[in-house]
């Protein structure tokens, strides 16, 4: 018989101790001086780690160290975007580790070693992040370049550092002796730390050789959170490729195991083929991830943002002064429902003041703090439609000049090598030249960043979000804005379709049969209800702000969502244990 007291009792966010969570992800928002993130899943990696680390969760990290960054963003006048590197000072932030291991990249062997930064959580608890690093003197001039650029180079590139991260840092978390009882897969980046289990769950035996038992054994290890809404996005890797840089052996195996599909080896079925648990980052994006990979499960864990990092100082200051507990558990930004309209609307102009003044730093355009501010700030990617805005533009200036004036701002990096991202930023600052005026100031700020994201979020009235449907995943920036009381205007994917109570939180973009119709829709909105409200009721905005930070910031923030995590995903069967000692102590 099951006796409740063979179990210590836990709180519902503990974790087995034996062991540790070890959470891989080929970005890492981990510190503003470090330029070891491009956007969002960086950005939510980072926002993960802060959340575990405050609630005491075993977990350790690995990424690549990233020596050059992702890119500095210059804009000139036209809107044409050029690049330059990144380097940051490691050891300002990093200490070296003593391990070293090695991978095989092209038959060759690559030595590889690991630099530990310490997030340290709300209550002291230290979480350790290794960063990955090839630069190294055994190393061949180009191996010591496979962790200097994130996203960088071509296909090869990739396939090698994906490697490094995933068979490297499988390999590393061993030598640095962690025990690992689970492994979360943050993308597909990494997903090639499964065949390193593989290899390990076989003892050194020949790959041909692999069972279902085997398969078995590294897929209990194995969790895989999958962010991409659309089959081109996921990494494929041609034949050739994966036999010349992985291995003949190793491709064959992967293979004959399922992990090939359209004759390319795809990283993101390899995960799905490892792992126990499967999740998408929103409701509608399981829904979508179930449609695209009909043969597997995918769960859904919503994705949140981290609080504390993504509130602005004046509404930190509001919150501490009347929410006692909120940067503990984040549930209680429900009571922000009870702060006073003044002192919401006294916050909110104290943020907006300071987004101005740093627009006016940065391009000497003097702004009015009393003229409605929208914000659209997000990677320059074509599918976020950036210039849905001004697919009217007269009707935009219309709009503006009923509301008395309307600014727009924009911020965003493309991939150096997306040429139509790039065209897509210089469209957008063509129109603001053409249209900007009197009524109408559009500005587009250079070097979107981890600061000025903060800046906008807070800072703007409306935050503009105008992805084509299905392709937004998640989202997080939204969520960001509505910590900071800025409802959402915005196309109904992602995050939005849960968040998104109308009048509430924000309005959504209804659905259209085409670009200019959602463009209608949208122009619709914010004629008809955003700048009216705007305008007549200052009290009626105060409370949409307020229910904003109440119903949206309690629930899409990384608090919820680790704790999520740590019940669905990690370690669910404990979680069931625990709930059947409460349940035999209270029939006691």
């Known amino acids: 018989m099951f006796k409740p007291s063979s179990l210590k009792q836990q709180s519902y966010e503990s974790v087995p101790p034996a062991g540790v969570v070890a959470y891989f992800s080929m970005e890492i928002a981990i510190d503003p001086g470090m330029p070891t993130y491009s956007g969002g899943l ?43 590197a990144q380097p940051w000072q490691i050891e300002d932030f990093c200490t070296e580790e003593s391990p070293r291991i090695t991978v095989t990249v092209e038959g ?5 070693r690991a630099w530990r930064y310490e997030m340290v959580g709300r209550s002291g608890h230290v979480l350790p992040i290794y960063l990955l690093d090839t630069d190294l003197a055994e190393n061949s001039a180009w191996d010591r370049g496979l962790t200097d650029h994130l996203y960088g180079g071509d296909t090869n590139y990739r396939l090698q550092q994906e490697i490094v991260l995933g068979m490297g840092g499988a390999r590393m978390a061993n030598a640095l002796g962690h025990r690992v009882n689970v492994y979360h897969m943050n993308e597909g980046h990494a997903a090639l730390l499964t065949l390193a289990l593989l290899e390990s769950q076989l003892g050194g035996g020949p790959l041909n050789q692999v069972t279902e038992t085997d398969v078995e054994a590294v897929r209990r290890k194995c969790v895989f959170t999958t962010h991409t809404p659309v089959p081109a996005g996921h990494d494929r890797f ?7 840089i992985l291995g003949a052996d190793r491709t064959a195996r992967l293979e004959g195991l399922g992990c090939c599909h359209e004759g390319l080896l795809n990283l993101t079925y390899v995960a799905l083929r490892f792992s126990r648990y499967c999740n998408g980052v929103a409701l509608q994006h399981g829904k979508v991830s179930r449609e695209m990979f009909p043969e597997y499960t995918v769960h859904a864990i919503t994705n949140g943002v981290h609080a504390p990092t993504w509130v602005s100082e004046p509404f930190a200051e509001l919150l501490d002064e009347n929410i006692a507990h909120w940067r503990r558990d984040n549930l209680y930004l429900r009571n922000a429902i009870e702060i006073p309209l003044g002192e919401i609307g006294r916050a909110h102009a104290r943020s907006k003041e300071a987004l101005l003044a740093e627009v006016a730093s940065r391009t000497g355009l003097v702004l009015n703090p009393k003229v409605l501010t929208l914000g659209f700030a997000r990677r320059a990617a074509t599918y976020k439609r950036a210039d849905l805005l001004f697919a009217d533009p007269e009707r935009l200036l219309a709009i503006a000049q009923a509301a008395g004036g309307l600014q727009i701002l924009y ?14 930023i210089h469209s957008v600052i063509d129109k603001a030249k053409k249209f900007s005026g009197a009524d109408l100031r559009v500005v587009y700020l250079e070097n979107y960043d981890w600061q000025l994201g903060a800046t906008l979020t807070a800072g703007v009235d409306v935050w503009v979000n105008t992805p084509k449907r299905p392709y937004e995943a998640s989202g997080t920036s939204g969520m960001k804005a509505a910590l900071n009381g800025v409802p959402s205007l915005s196309i109904l994917d992602g995050w939005w379709i849960e968040g998104c109570i109308e009048g509430v939180t924000g309005w959504a973009i209804e659905d259209g049969a085409d670009d200019a119709a959602e463009a209608i829709a949208l122009y619709e909105k914010l004629e008809k209800r955003v700048v009216p409200l705007y305008l007549e009721s200052a009290e009626a905005w105060g409370r949409l702000m307020r229910t904003t930070i109440a119903f949206s910031g309690s629930f899409f923030n990384t608090n919820r969502m680790v704790k999520q995590y740590i019940r669905n995903a990690y370690y669910p069967l404990q979680m069931v244990e625990q709930a059947t000692v409460r349940e035999e102590l209270a029939a006691q």
């Open 411 to 424: 911020a965003g990096k493309a991939h150096p090598q997306d040429e139509p991202g790039k065209a897509l």
């Open 108 to 112: 060759r062997l690559v030595a590889v």
């Open 238 to 244: 041609s034949m050739e490729q994966a036999r010349r």
């Open 42 to 84: 960086g950005m939510l990696a980072g926002d993960t780690l802060r959340s575990a680390a405050d609630l005491g969760t075993p977990l350790v990290a690995f990424t690549l160290l990233h020596r050059k960054g992702y890119f500095r963003q210059i804009l000139d006048a036209d809107g044409k975007q050029t690049e330059d």
